[in-house]
Every structure is written in C-alpha cells, then in structure tokens.
C-alpha cells in the first residue's frame, strides 16, 4: 500500500514509544498533541507502549519523531501482519542446510550471475568456498533486459549447480522465475530466489509460499520498503516462514551507479519486520570496484549477509561481468569483512561449514541433546555469545559457576568444550585461565574475539539518580572503571555479569542496578537503562575454546605458549631472536611474576604457527635448549 501523505486530511499515526520513556516524556507527547489538536489514545502491542494518534499532520513527520521519548512514527498503519515485528519480536533464522540466516554469523551467498559451465561453476565454487562463502548462488534461468541476451542454461544449469553442492558442501541459492519451473528448481535448489523484476509476481508469491523453501525476495526496482514486505507477506500469508530479504539498489535519477543502493533499508526493515536482510551491492552499484565498499558499509549498517557476484573471468563472462569480482578480491573483501563484523557485534567464521558439519554429528559426549559447551555463567553472558558464534546455535551451553569448574567439566566429560576468556584489550590477561590450562590435560583448541558493549540495566523506569547498588562481575567493574567511579554506588561483585542481572529480578528493588550486555537485560525482562558505558569502546575479549580434540581438522595457523628463561642476561632475547631466525611472528609477548620466587618471570606467547606440526619441530627444539620450562597451550 503506497500512501501519498499530501492527499489525507484526517488520519491516524502510530507513534511507538520508546523503551525509556519517562513520565515527564510522556506528560510533554501528550501536552503537545493536545495544543495541536490531535486527538490521541494509548495503547499497547506485544509488550511496547504505542500512542494511537487522529488528526491531520500535514506533510511533515519528523516534528513527531522528534519528540523525547518517541523511537518511531508510523505513518499509517502497515497493513503486512504476519511480516511485522509486533506480530513477532524475536529476529527470525531462517536455517539453510547447515547455515542459519539471520543468526549471530554473517552469511555470504556467492557465486556467478550466470552459470556457464561446469568447469566455470566449479572454478569459481571452490574460491568463493575456500575464502568463507557458504551458499553458493548461480542463476541457470535469467530474466535478462533483452531478449537476445543470454538467459541461462536452464535444467543443464541446475544439474551444474546440485554438483557444485555435492563437491563443496554449500548449498545453492538461483532464481525462479516463473511458476512453470518452479517443480524443476524445487529439485535442485536450496534457496529459490525471487529476482527484483518478479518482486510483484503474485502468482509466483503464491506458489513458492505454499512450498517449505528458504525464498530469498529481493526488492523490486522501484518498490517501497511497505511494498516489499507486502510481497513476503504473500509468502507467509501460504504458509511458508522461510523469506530472507535482499535489498539489490533502487532506480533513481543516478547514473553513475547502476542502482542506487539503500543502505537506510537495513535499519528500516529491522524494525518494521523480523525477518533477516541480505544486501546484494553486486545489482546495486554495477561496478567492481564500488561493490567492496558497499559490502564493508552493508555489515556495519546491521545486513545479516551478503550477496556477492564473484567470476573467475569476469571479462569473459556472459552476464553481470563488470560487476563480478575476481575471485581474489572477493577472499579480500572477506578478511575486511572479518574485521569489521566484531564491531556491530557478530562474526564472519571462515570454518562455519565444517564446524557445523562437526557440530551435527554425533560425538562421544552426545545424549542427544548435540554438542555440549561449558560457559562461566549462564545465558546472557558475553561466554555464551562467544558460544554461540563460535559453535553455532545448534549447542548447548552449560552453565557453570566458576572458570575451574567448567574446566572440570570437560575433564569429566559433561562437555565437549568449554568457553572461557583469555585476554581483554583493555584489562589483559585472565591469568586464571592460564593457571588452569597449565594444570590440567586440555589445550586451546579455537579462539573467537567479541567486542564488549556494557549496559547499565535496572528495573523499568528507574532513573539513573535512584541507584545505590550495582552487581557484576569484578572484571567487568575495571572495564567500565570511569563509569562507576564517583557515583558513590556499592559494587556488589557476582559471579558473572548475567547473575548480577537476574539479582534485581529476585530482589525487586528499584536502588539496585547490574552491568551486563544488552542480551543478559533481554533474557531476564529488565531494561537497559543506559548503553555503552564501557571506558573504552575498543573493548575486545578473546575467549579460548578449551577442549581435548578439536572440533574440525582444519589447518591451525597460531599457538600459545608459556615460558621460563634461565635468570640471566639476554635470555628473553635469545629466545625472541630464534621466532626472527625461524621467520615466525609473534602476536602476543606477557610476562607474569612466578609466585613464591621474586623477580623471576614466565612469558606468555602467542605466535603465528602450528606448534605441533612437524615443521615446527626445529625452532621448538631450539627454544627448549634457551628455557627452563616450556608449555605449549595449544595450537589453533
Ligand atoms: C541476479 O541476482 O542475478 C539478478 C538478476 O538480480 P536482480 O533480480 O536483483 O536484478
Ligand atoms: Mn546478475
């Protein structure tokens, strides 16, 4: 439903409120709207408070959205239901195969516009997979501007692709682009695109609603963002929940990008709808070079994933050339991606596909219940979304109550891993973690970095001025150390930061206070009162997976170390010259006091290199004969 806002006299607005609306908030919203003539009624929708307002508000809305204490106006009410994030608050997964959409790691689809040839698809599967793609997409029917274009292999294109799946592991993503095949891709594909210029093909909506698979629906050229969930609502509506959405760029009056691709989509839609959303910066810019940056700026805009043309010789490709990265350029536009993922909070995992085979299999802890992981605390800690990015969400944590104890865990067999952290940026080692792995049989077997977003969270309505106690972990008291200091609080030390949260529950005290992320005030129905109250924003942790095996054979590019030099001079560096000599870098150098024996030192190193290979034989012989003790923590 398109709504031209200059023809209604009289209509009615939906102002959401925010989460921390306060009353002198709300007396003001109210004081103002009533000198404006609008007549107003509150109301509430899955838990949020919505002012429903009557009037005529002429053109312009931002005077509403620009009160205190209003998140959101809604122009008229969105007649998508089954789409809408009332009707569902949680973000849905869409799950292909092996692969979550919409989950807590990044998911890029990739692949040729066109598939041309075996060899073609094969060549440029085994890149896109080598480099983290994990769906590979390939079109075998091409709705092409010009008839004389070429428009794909059809059924000899989907036999290609169902091949590419059976070599690789990834699962297909192509387009359908009539009802008429629609049986035909059902047998091939993984994940039915729904191409821009079919986005208001209702029939098509239809039929692939009434099937159970993933659709991908990529917004039409010129469709409004309510237009665009008016089509997955089709698909709903048939029952089927599957839909990912794809924003590909919009036509505009720009002609120096092919499309012009809406980024603002991403926030939009996250709010207005459940359902995850992939940018495709490939159909939106036309152009090799403008698709890197785009793809870098779609992540850190909040997209789930992406959707990336990658050819192994664009030049010679027989659609979409120009746009199609090198396969080279894709791998590099994967490691920025990498990089700026932990930023907004999730992960680009380079093993996703064998460690969710691993994870799928039955291994020897398994009761059915998949593979069990150890976590300090319980879920709403930052150890579980470590867990979660790192295994995927189909493990289960268990919760423990001290670092020890979900070592001993593991040791016991209860589980397979553990998850614990090794070092913050701001704050350094967790020694405590050293001193464990040291003293029993287990090693680092995978690392993942979160960043640490902290939260003020207390009970709904409280005002920062009202607070007399805050609980959390002592680690986390020194990361938000300006924060907290001189505001007279009690710091109550807990044992991880999501226990403190779920102390106000049990307390009920409007004094009382916790700092946790945001997802421990989510899981216990308590508010963020204030966010980001970390000293430093460049607040990482990097937690060890602690286990006997690892979980997948692939290729281990790091080990941490722990050593001992003879008290002597030059004897740090003799051992740092043999890493120079060997050509082996070096991440990370710590030294730690040997408690009992003043001034004697043991040195933490994190070096780029699998430890426990056999090329690496000669320098750890080499730096045995420099040190006293050497440990090795595990190579990963
Ligand atoms: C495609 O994905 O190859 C394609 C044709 O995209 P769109 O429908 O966005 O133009
Ligand atoms: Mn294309």
Redesign the pocket.
């Known amino acids: 439903m398109s709504v031209c806002i200059g023809e209604w006299r009289e209509r009615t607005l939906i102002l959401i409120l925010a989460e921390t609306l306060t009353e002198s908030q709300s007396t003001q919203i109210q004081t103002e709207l009533r000198c404006e003539g609008f007549s107003y009624k509150e109301i509430e929708v899955a838990d949020r408070r919505l002012l429903e307002v009557t009037g005529n508000p002429g053109q312009d809305l931002t005077r509403f959205s620009s009160l205190p204490g209003v998140e959101q106006v809604i122009a008229s009410p969105p007649a998508f239901k089954l789409a809408s994030r009332e009707a569902h608050r949680a973000d849905t997964v869409v799950q292909v195969g092996d692969v979550a959409v919409g989950g807590e790691r990044i998911v890029v689809m990739a692949g040729p516009?066109s598939i041309e040839s075996r060899a073609q698809a094969m060549a440029v599967a085994d890149a896109c997979r080598r480099y983290g793609a994990v769906l590979f997409r390939g079109?075998a029917f091409?709705?092409r501007s010009s008839p004389y274009s070429f428009q794909g292999l059809g059924e000899e294109g989907l036999k290609i692709l169902a091949e590419v799946r059976e070599q690789t592991g990834m699962r297909t993503v192509s387009?359908v682009t009539s009802t008429d095949t629609l049986e035909l891709m059902l047998e091939y594909v993984d994940v039915l695109?729904i191409?821009?210029?079919n986005m208001q093909n209702f029939e098509l909506l239809k039929r692939v609603g009434k099937t159970d698979k993933p659709v991908l629906l990529?917004r039409g050229l010129s469709a409004t963002i309510e237009e665009w969930l008016m089509s997955a609502e089709y698909i709903l509506s048939e029952g089927n929940p599957n839909v990912i959405l794809?924003e590909?760029g919009i036509r505009t009056f720009e002609p120096y990008t092919r499309n012009t691709l809406d980024l603002s989509a991403i926030p939009v839609v996250k709010r207005l709808t459940h359902l995850p959303i992939l940018i495709?910066p490939s159909?939106a810019t036309g152009i090799r070079e403008k698709v890197i940056p785009m793809a870098r700026a779609a992540i850190a805009a909040g997209a789930d994933g992406l959707?990336i043309?990658v050819h192994n010789e664009p030049a010679k490709a027989k659609?979409?050339g120009a746009q199609s990265l090198y396969p080279e350029q894709f791998g590099q536009l994967m490691r920025d991606i990498h990089v700026i993922a932990p930023v907004v909070e999730k992960q680009l995992d380079f093993g996703y596909l064998d460690k969710a085979r691993a994870v799928s299999q039955p291994v020897d802890v398994d009761d059915g219940n998949g593979l069990k992981v150890a976590i300090l605390g319980d879920v709403g800690t930052f150890s579980h979304r470590a867990c979660l990015q790192y295994f995927g969400e189909n493990v289960t944590a268990i919760p423990t109550a001290s670092y020890r104890a979900a070592f001993e865990a593991v040791q016991a067999g209860y589980a397979r891993f553990a998850v614990v952290p090794l070092e913050n940026s701001l704050t350094g080692s967790v020694h405590e973690n050293y001193d464990l792995l040291l003293d029993s049989h287990l090693k680092i077997v995978g690392e993942i970095m979160l960043r640490i977003v902290y939260s003020l969270i207390g009970h709904d309505g409280t005002e920062i001025g009202q607070i007399r106690r805050v609980f959390s972990h002592p680690d986390v008291f020194r990361q938000c150390r300006e924060f907290v200091s001189g505001q007279g609080w009690e710091l109550v030390s807990t044992q991880d930061e999501a226990t403190a949260v779920h102390m106000l529950t049990d307390r009920d005290d409007v004094a009382d206070a916790a700092i946790a992320g945001r997802d421990a005030a989510e899981t216990h129905g308590m508010t963020v009162l204030q966010e980001g109250i970390e000293t430093n924003p460049r607040n990482y942790t990097r937690f060890g997976i602690i286990g006997a095996t690892p979980l997948t054979d692939a290729p281990r590019r790091k080990s941490s170390l722990i050593y001992q030099t003879p008290n002597e001079p030059g004897a740090l560096y003799e051992t740092l010259g043999l890493f120079s000599e060997h050509g082996v870098n070096l991440v990370k150098l710590e030294s730690r006091p040997i408690h009992g024996k003043p001034w004697e030192y043991l040195f933490y190193v994190d070096i780029e290199a699998d430890a426990e290979s056999p090329e690496f034989e000669p320098t750890l012989k080499a730096l045995k004969e420099k040190t006293d003790y050497l440990a090795i923590l595990g190579s990963y």
């Open positions: 516009c079109g091409k709705p387009e695109q191409g821009a210029r990529k794809c590909r495709d159909h959707m043309e659609s979409d």
